[in-house]
C-alpha cells in the first residue's frame, strides 16, 4: 500500500497536512459530495462510489485533511483491451477551496505508480476541451491529445 501523509506548505509557515489512501465504501457518500461540487465533473451515485471502492480500491484513492474528505481520484481497467494492458481515469477532483495546492498532481501521481505497479501499459482519459485545469493537469503528467470526440480531448500517456 502505497500513499501516505502529505504536508504542503501554504504561505510562509502554514502547513496543511493531508492524506491519500484508498477509499471505503463509507466514503461513498462524501465523494459523491465532492463530485458535485467540483464542475465540470458529472458526478456519480453514490452507489456507483460504493461498488468502485469495492471492486477497483486500489485505483480508487481519497485525500483527506484530518477527517475532511478533499479529492479522490478513480479509474478501472479496460477490460476489453487487456491485451493492451489499458486503464483509464474516470474521475478526479479536488474541492475549489484547496484547489491549485498541488493536491491533485499527488493523486494523479499515486494512481499512475499504482497503475505501473499493477503492470498496465497505458493510460487514457477524456477531458472536456474547455477545463484547462484538467488539461494543465494531464499535460503536466507527460499525457498526450490523441483523438477529439466532439467536445471531449482523449488523452493517453504510455506507462512503459
Ligand atoms: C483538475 C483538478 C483535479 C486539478 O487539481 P489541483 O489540485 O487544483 O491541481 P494542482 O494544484 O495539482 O496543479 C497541477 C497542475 O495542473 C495544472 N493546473 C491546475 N490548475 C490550473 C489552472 N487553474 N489553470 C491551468 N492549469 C492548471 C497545472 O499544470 C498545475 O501545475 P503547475 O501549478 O506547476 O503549473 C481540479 O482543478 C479539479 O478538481 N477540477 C474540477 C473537477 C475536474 O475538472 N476534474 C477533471 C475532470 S477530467
New binding site residues.
Given amino acids: 500500500m502505497h500513499g501516505g501523509v502529505y504536508n504542503k506548505i501554504i504561505t510562509g509557515e502554514m502547513v496543511m497536512k493531508y492524506t491519500i489512501t484508498e477509499a471505503e465504501e463509507e466514503d461513498s457518500e462524501v465523494i459523491e459530495e465532492l463530485a458535485r461540487i467540483?464542475?465540470?465533473?458529472r458526478g456519480g451515485v453514490c452507489s456507483t462510489y460504493e461498488y468502485l471502492a469495492i471492486c477497483f480500491k486500489r485505483y480508487f484513492l481519497i485525500a483527506k485533511k484530518i477527517d475532511e474528505a478533499i479529492?479522490f481520484i478513480v479509474g478501472f481497467p479496460n477490460i476489453d483491451k487487456k491485451n493492451e494492458g489499458e486503464v483509464w481515469i474516470y474521475?478526479?477532483?479536488?474541492c475549489p477551496k484547496?484547489?491549485?495546492?498541488?493536491?491533485?498532481?499527488?493523486l494523479l501521481t499515486e494512481e499512475l505508480l499504482r497503475f505501473s505497479l499493477g503492470g498496465y501499459k497505458k493510460v487514457k482519459?477524456r477531458?472536456?476541451d474547455s477545463?484547462?485545469?484538467?488539461l494543465?493537469?494531464f499535460?503536466?503528467m507527460g499525457f498526450e491529445e490523441i483523438e477529439k470526440k466532439g467536445e471531449w480531448i482523449e488523452v493517453e500517456k504510455r506507462l512503459d
Wanted: net charge positive.
Fill in positions: 467540483c464542475p465540470p465533473l479529492g474521475q478526479i477532483a479536488v484547496d484547489q491549485g495546492l498541488k493536491i491533485g498532481f499527488d482519459a477531458i472536456l477545463n484547462y485545469q484538467s494543465g493537469l499535460k503536466k
